[in-house]
């Protein structure tokens, strides 16, 4: 692989997005039942199925974090991933329509004094990031995989 300016700042978006998720995950999982009340204050889930998602989604979050650093099941990360913050999206616009004050635990007790707004640019922020990695990624693998010309 050779090196260019634009595979180096791909590379560079790559681990950023991959810290924001695993340091997120570690964050979650250090106290899953916080995360579980955080969860229950959306008013979307039972109670149940938050507990479970509180146990499970921090994991899931620092193991794709991880394929992003690793290269490793890379566009199914990039896909869970993107896929995680639509939702995430989706509930607390939902939330906020709703007149719910929350506090979404993405970045445990540094981010409860974020307004809805700072909330909603970073999330925006980090779904256009994953948005151009997934693009990136098809237009790479598109681009190996088309066949050389010869002269």
């Not at 300016?5 to 999982?29: E, M």
């Amino acid at each position: 692989m050779r090196f260019s300016l634009g595979n180096f700042l791909w590379r560079i978006l790559d681990l950023i997005i991959a810290a924001i998720f695993i340091y997120a995950g570690v964050l979650k999982a250090l106290d899953p039942v916080q995360l579980a009340h955080d969860i229950d204050h959306y008013k979307i889930l039972p109670w149940a199925v938050g507990v479970g998602l509180a146990f499970y989604l921090p994991w899931l979050e620092i193991f794709c974090g991880l394929a992003l650093i690793f290269r490793l099941f890379y566009r199914g990360a990039l896909s869970i991933l993107t896929s995680l913050v639509v939702v995430f999206l989706g509930a607390t616009i939902a939330a906020k329509v709703r007149g719910l004050d929350i506090t979404c635990g993405c970045f445990g007790h540094a981010s409860q004094n974020w307004s809805f707004p700072q909330h909603l640019a970073l999330d925006l922020g980090i779904l256009a990031a994953l948005a151009v990695l997934c693009y990136c990624s098809v237009a790479r693998a598109r681009a190996n995989a088309s066949p050389m010309p010869t002269s």
